[in-house]
T-cell receptor, first 108, second 114 residues
């Protein structure tokens, strides 16, 4: 099983600030996915990164896949309260291993 | 278009009782996954099906847990007998065929075993 470690576990910031969360592994992944889970709901896919060094943008969210395809980061610019949630990274394959997640809280 | 449907949304039961969780995947999806989420252990894959056939149940904690998928539009996860440590949120997810690996999650069932 390829383990995914996410950091930090918890992040609390004020509206308008920037933040970065990380997903790391000792294994090489063919792809990585990022999900966001809001309270009382299931995770929802944000993006899939496939190519080493790839950068994808989703409005104020920027996702990067490491050159060696062992790590990924999610950067949020000018965070808003609506960005509050649990951010999960997941590996490929049918078993879809998930990291423990980073809980992000953005206060007005 | 309806997403993944799970029932019940909340279940409170007493230790030793049988619990049955239900899931209706998105029509046309050929993979179905059952997960359990707790604060301590995060999101854990319990079992998954492909075309109604169980492929990997290595995540099922013990024999008290069982899952079935009698047809493409329905699956159940049963716990018998239930124990307090089974308290968690149980998610069902489905995935469409083809190379796209996105999983679509249901809203979850919050199970409390007293």
């Amino acid at each position: 099983t390829q383990l995914l470690e996410q950091s930090p576990q918890f992040l609390s910031i004020q509206e308008g600030e920037n933040l970065t969360v990380y997903c790391n592994s000792s294994s090489v992944f063919s792809s990585l996915q990022w999900y966001r889970q809001e309270p009382g709901e299931g995770p929802v896919l944000l993006v899939t990164v496939v190519t080493g060094g790839e950068v994808k943008k989703l409005k104020r969210l920027t996702f990067q896949f490491g050159d060696a395809r062992k790590d990924s980061s999610l950067h949020i610019t000018a965070a808003q309260p609506g960005d509050t949630g649990l951010y999960l990274c997941a590996g490929p394959g049918s078993k879809h291993q998930f990291g423990a997640g980073t809980q992000v809280v953005v206060t007005p | 278009d309806a997403g993944v449907i799970q029932s019940p949304r909340h279940e409170v039961t007493e230790m030793g009782q049988e619990v049955t969780l239900r899931c209706k995947p998105i029509s046309g999806h050929d993979y179905l996954f059952w997960y359990r989420q707790t604060m301590m252990r995060g999101l854990e894959l319990l079992i998954y099906f492909n075309n109604n056939v169980p492929i990997d149940d290595s995540g099922m904690p013990e024999d008290r847990f069982s899952a079935k998928m009698p047809n493409a539009s329905f699956s159940t996860l049963k716990i018998q007998p239930s124990e307090p440590r089974d308290s968690a949120v149980y998610f069902c997810a489905s995935r469409p065929p083809g190379g796209r690996r996105e999983q679509f999650f249901g809203p979850g069932t919050r199970l409390t075993v007293l």
